[in-house]
């Protein structure tokens, strides 16, 4: 009898395993969603200039936090996620899987980490991409660092919802796009319950200042960029474990349902 | 190695198997799990291979539960009915990583996955996505997977399911010759033919319930009061004034060249049918039993629980 694999050759083995979904059709529409914007700006400002205008580097901070941060993350959580752990329970391949005698709480990480991974590669491409705009270099370690970090807490976030809910990507765009923008009217410490908020504080730039037009809004608050980076992979760790946990001790039959939350 | 004690699945408010009691003994040999569809076979797969935990009393594989317990998993395979595998990946890869799942590494692992793929004849179209396959291939690549790790217990359900007629032969082939090497195999089935060429060993399920357990000639004892029909060929006057006295006939019919006769307990009538015929007795040509086989059996048992 074979001993049961540890918990890392388990993430090895389903990250490796797993790792060349990410060169089909959902991994390149995960690196469009990056090049895209980045390219049709890079395209923009460049005839801007052959034409003698000139581009504001301010243009380059825009498209990072109203395009990519405000946007496309999300997005690409949205994408990419299903193709984690909850492709098995919906294609009915989990218990293929869990007939292992590997841990399976190291499943949802293990297949998660190739998009993680992939995702991360673009948006690095991307805010290199993005700095050819113009900007202070000086911010480019944080815009990188912000948006690895929060790629990676919200690619955890989306796996675990698509885990306990059965419609996890229906509950993950309301988050997105209702809760993160709607919060900057609540109390302002509910602003630390939001990816923008602390990708704002690791980038030490804002997609805008509040203004007084902005009768709602309350006052920004600001989080020192390490904890706002421990915060981004504290929380990413605690929703794959979460995710790891939820799928250890639910049982999933051959079709699939029982997981479901 | 396989211990059921009062084990009961449910679905929510729906009962998929009612308390059920049986045990397998260690060693190899095929065993077939016979009912029709919604009968409670994969529900009882499902407790086995510890997908489900019994929602009561309780169930041992090799000593210990079997819901995500390592140890035991490590001991058994299963191939889920079905045709699903992961979408856009190679065999091969896919198959070195359960190889790594089920505790594989080095040189072991290629050596595994050589052999498995070898066993299932597919050593040499490992290297294709599984869209690029057919039925049959990605059947003997679920086989694969579930050999990889060389289990001592081994649980298919549903597995003829979609193969063509080769390649059915040569899946009961395999399955022979693991059981004879000492795997003991649970294979499912609602057709019972396919079971009856694969083992003589049967439990039979119906609606939830463990129906019988043994033999097929075993469980055929349970049927005695059940006619069984057999059509006498030869000189039909003949034969029906014979059949008329004897004690265990139950019905009559007659055809241009043959009578047909219900009667009980085939196994008192048939020597004596038999040693008749041989003395000239009667002018019998040939006996035909209409319904001895096992889906007579099948339905004479799911009959009496309806």
Redesign the interface.
């Known amino acids: 009898m074979n001993a049961a694999p540890t918990p890392l050759a388990t993430l090895r083995a389903t990250a490796r395993g797993y790792a060349p979904r990410v060169l089909q059709g959902r991994g390149w529409v995960l690196a469009g969603l990056v090049l895209v914007p980045v390219a049709l700006s890079l395209l923009i400002f460049t005839l801007i200039r052959l034409k003698g205008g000139e581009a504001s580097s301010t243009e380059a901070v825009k498209v990072f936090h109203e395009v990519l941060v405000k946007m496309m993350l999300p997005i690409m959580a949205l994408v990419a996620a299903p193709a984690g752990i909850r492709e098995d329970l919906e294609q009915r391949t989990l218990p293929l899987l869990l007939v292992r005698p590997a841990p399976a709480w190291a499943l949802p990480l293990g297949k998660g980490l190739p998009w993680f991974a992939w995702g991360a590669l673009w948006l690095v491409v991307g805010v290199l991409g993005l700095q050819v705009l113009g900007g202070d270099p000086s911010l480019l370690p944080g815009r990188l660092v912000a948006l690895v970090g929060a790629w990676w807490g919200e690619l955890a976030l989306m796996t675990l919802v698509g885990l306990l809910f059965k419609r996890g990507t229906l509950w993950g765009a309301l988050y997105f796009f209702i809760w993160e923008p709607l919060v900057r009217i609540f109390p302002p410490a509910l602003q630390r319950l939001t990816f923008t908020h602390h990708i704002e504080s690791l980038a030490g730039s804002r997609a805008a200042e509040v203004g007084t037009s902005q009768l709602l809004a309350q006052e920004q608050v600001s989080t020192h960029p390490g904890l706002a980076l421990l915060a981004l992979l504290l929380f990413g760790a605690a929703c794959w474990a979460l995710a790891g946990w939820k799928l250890q001790r639910t049982p999933v039959g051959l079709a699939g349902s029982e997981g479901e939350g | 190695m396989i211990s059921l004690d009062r084990a009961s699945l449910r679905?929510g408010p729906i009962l998929g198997l009612s308390p059920t009691t049986f045990e397998l003994p260690d060693g190899g040999g095929i065993t077939g799990l016979l009912g029709p569809n919604g009968a409670g076979k994969?529900s009882l797969l499902?407790l086995l291979?510890?997908?489900?935990?019994p929602s009561g009393g309780e169930v041992r594989i090799f000593g210990e539960a079997p819901?995500?317990n390592?140890?035991v998993?490590?001991?058994?395979?299963?191939v889920?009915?079905?045709d699903?595998?992961?979408?856009?990946?190679?065999a091969d890869?896919?198959l070195?990583?359960?190889g790594?799942?089920?505790?594989?590494?080095g040189e072991?692992l290629q050596a595994a996955v050589a052999l498995a793929l070898q066993t299932v004849g597919m050593a040499d179209r490992a290297h294709l996505t599984f869209a690029r396959m057919s039925k049959g291939m990605r059947q003997r690549i679920?086989l694969a997977?579930a050999l990889l790790?060389g289990p001592e217990l081994l649980i298919l359900?549903e597995p003829f399911n979609g193969l063509d007629p080769e390649a059915r032969l040569t899946l009961m082939a395999l399955l022979r010759d693991l059981a004879e090497k000492g795997t003991r195999i649970l294979v499912s089935s609602h057709i019972l033919g396919e079971i009856a060429q694969l083992t003589d060993r049967i439990l039979l399920l119906f609606r939830g319930r463990l129906l019988a357990e043994g033999t097929v000639t075993e469980i055929r004892q349970l049927l005695d009061r059940h006619p069984v029909e057999l059509r006498l060929t030869g000189e039909a006057q003949a034969l029906a004034r014979w059949a008329v006295e004897q004690p265990e006939l139950a019905a009559l019919r007659m055809e241009e060249d043959a009578v047909v006769i219900s009667v009980r307990s085939p196994r008192d009538i048939l020597p004596r049918l038999q040693k008749t015929a041989a003395e000239g007795g009667i002018p019998l040509r040939a006996l035909d039993p209409l319904d001895l086989n096992l889906d007579a059996v099948f339905q004479y048992l799911t009959k009496d629980h309806a």
Do not use: K
Not at chain 2, 84 to 90: A, C, I, K, N
């Open positions: 679905y994969s499902q291979s510890g997908l489900l935990p819901f995500r390592p140890a998993l490590a001991r058994l395979g299963l889920p009915e079905g699903r595998l992961p979408t856009g990946l190679r890869r896919w070195r990583m359960m790594e799942l089920s505790g594989l590494s072991a679920r997977q790790h359900d």
